[in-house]
Each structure stands twice: as structure tokens, then as C-alpha cells.
């Protein structure tokens, strides 16, 4: 008899552990975010998952277009996009994924390098598209049709052909190393590191994040200053669209990184929290850090659409 009480109390602990185990189980935060957020996203997310150890977030990097597309078409769960650029979530999820995004963060088109990388010695800001146009260098971007990175690069290059007075330097250079484009920004960083290619057009945050050299270019075609939004505005492209084989026009504008909770979020209230941290000074510190110059307080067009919690963050509204 002694026994079976002895084994009755330990099948109850037993069960009782199971129960635990599956009562703590960590809530899952999904994320899809632009690839030049990988550095600044896995910094918030350790920072709190240790505030929080019951939340556990689960960081998809991609070109943010993709990433968009991973919603509208593929149907994949997720709870926050984080893009590059705010029209992409504007143009693609609004309103039929979400009802509104902020901007939060900015950033600025340079072109980076290593020391290994030809004329590293002799490029600057005044002669670079001539380096770049050499037979024996090879520069890199992203797909324009995948990541907003890869449209202003081509933006910078159009609007350098207008400030330097250089007619068909765009043509030139959109023609030159297409091997060398890749999916996202961030794809771009192995091929200077293997010396596969020279140069590259990148974020500065990503420059500086890899420890790579790089030049400034002037706010008239960096796409950094929101003074300049007419100048940038004066360039377009097409790119792939909503749906699969279509096309959508897109405008230069200054860089502008956004976020939004999806409507079908798994998990909402984490999701908003979260994004409550990333808006705090804490969260824009790291941003800060990582070369992305935070936008505080955040703007948008969708103020009467905004989450309650993230009221006391916004002070500043837009109207496009």
C-alpha cells in the first residue's frame, strides 16, 4: 500500500510538471523586418526577452518588399513588419493588412568599401561614379523589385546624373555588373568581405555596423534630408507590384524606416507592447547606435488609427 501511495505521488508530480511546463511555455512574438534592421532588431530582442522571459521573438530579415509579400501572398503568420521604407507598407498592407504604420527611423545612401577594394585611396565624393564606371571595378546593389535599398540606389544614381550634369551616366551604370545584384542590402556585405566586389550602395548604418569604409555623397542625392524632398521626389521607377507579374511606380523620397502591427496579429497586445519598447528611449538608443538616426517623436498619416499605447510617442502627424 505504501507503494502505490509512493507512485500515485510521484505521477502526480509528474503531471503536475507537465502542466507547469505547458503553462510557462514563452509567448512568440513574429517579426518580419528589412535586412538593414537584422544589427538594431537582434539588440532589442535580447534586450527584451530579458525584461520579459516569457516573450520569445522570433526575427525574419528579408528585403522589405519581400517581407510584404510574405503577408499578401504567402499568407504567412506574423504579428510586426518593420521596413525600409514607409511607403511599402503603405502601398501594400494598408488597409487591408493594417490600418496604420509610423515612421521611426532614418537613414542615408553611401557608397562602401574595403581597403582590399580597387582605388580605395583615390574615391571620393566628387569622382566616385568614374571609379565605379572602370572596367576593372565591380559594384553591387540590391533588387529593386525586393528592397527599397536596391530602388534608391538607383535613385542616387539618377539623381547624381541631374546634380554632376552628367547625361547617360544612369543608363551606364544600371548597365554595368547586374551579377552583382542581389536580394537585400545586407547581401551585399559578403561580397566585400570575399573581395568579389569593390563597392557597394548601402545604408550607412550597414557600413558601420561591418566595420567597412565608405563616402558620404551629398544630401542632394543621398536621400537622407527631408529639406530635399522635392529634389528626390523629381525621380521614379517601376517596380514589382501588388500582385505577381504587376508593376507600381516609386517616388524618391527621404529614407523613412516604418512599422505596424498586423491586423491579424497572433500575438497583438505583445506585438504593441514591443513596439512601445522600441519607441522608448531605450529602444531608439540602440537605433541610434547602429548609424539609424531615430525619428522622435515618430510620424503618420493614420493618427486616428494608432494603437492607444502609442499615443504618448506621437506628437507629429502627416498628411502626403
Not at 126 to 134: A, G, K, S, T, V
Not at 204 to 227: C, F, T
Request: with cysteine; glycine share 4%.
Amino acid at each position: 500500500m505504501k507503494l502505490i501511495s509512493i507512485l500515485l505521488l510521484m505521477l502526480f508530480w509528474l503531471l503536475a510538471g507537465c502542466s507547469n511546463t505547458h503553462q510557462g511555455k514563452p509567448k512568440e512574438i513574429i517579426i518580419f523586418h528589412a535586412g538593414s534592421l537584422s544589427v538594431p532588431f537582434n539588440e532589442l530582442k535580447r534586450e527584451y526577452e530579458k525584461i520579459h522571459p516569457n516573450i520569445n521573438i522570433l526575427l525574419e530579415p528579408a528585403g522589405s518588399l519581400v517581407c510584404a509579400r510574405k503577408i499578401t501572398e504567402l499568407r504567412k503568420p506574423c504579428d510586426i513588419i518593420a521596413s525600409a521604407d514607409y511607403f511599402v507598407i503603405n502601398e501594400l498592407l494598408v488597409p487591408e493588412y493594417t490600418k496604420w504604420s509610423i515612421k521611426f527611423a532614418t537613414n542615408e545612401i553611401v557608397i562602401a568599401f574595403s581597403d582590399k577594394s580597387k582605388y580605395a585611396t583615390e574615391i571620393n565624393s566628387e569622382n566616385w561614379p568614374d571609379i565605379l564606371l572602370r572596367d576593372d571595378v565591380i559594384f553591387s546593389r540590391s533588387d529593386p523589385d525586393a528592397d527599397p535599398c536596391g530602388y534608391r540606389a538607383v535613385f542616387t544614381i539618377m539623381l547624381a546624373e541631374k546634380q554632376y550634369g552628367r547625361k547617360g551616366l544612369t543608363g551606364k551604370m544600371l548597365s554595368k555588373d547586374r551579377d552583382f545584384i542581389r536580394p537585400k542590402e545586407v547581401d551585399l556585405v559578403a561580397l566585400i568581405e570575399a573581395n568579389a566586389a569593390d563597392y557597394m550602395f548601402q545604408y550607412k548604418s550597414v557600413a558601420i555596423q561591418h566595420g567597412l569604409k565608405y563616402i558620404e555623397l551629398p544630401d542632394e542625392i543621398n536621400l537622407s534630408d527631408p529639406g530635399n524632398t522635392a529634389l528626390y521626389k523629381s525621380v521614379s521607377l517601376d517596380v514589382a507590384g501588388k500582385t505577381p507579374g504587376s508593376k507600381m511606380k516609386v517616388t524618391g523620397d527621404y529614407i523613412n524606416y516604418s512599422m505596424t502591427v498586423i491586423d491579424s496579429a497572433p500575438s497583438s497586445e505583445e506585438a504593441i507592447d514591443f513596439v512601445c519598447f522600441i519607441l522608448s528611449d531605450k529602444g531608439l538608443e540602440i537605433f541610434r547606435r547602429n548609424g539609424q538616426d531615430p525619428i522622435k517623436p515618430f510620424s503618420t498619416e493614420q493618427p486616428g488609427q494608432l494603437p492607444a499605447k502609442l499615443n504618448q510617442f506621437s506628437a507629429v502627424t502627416e498628411h502626403n
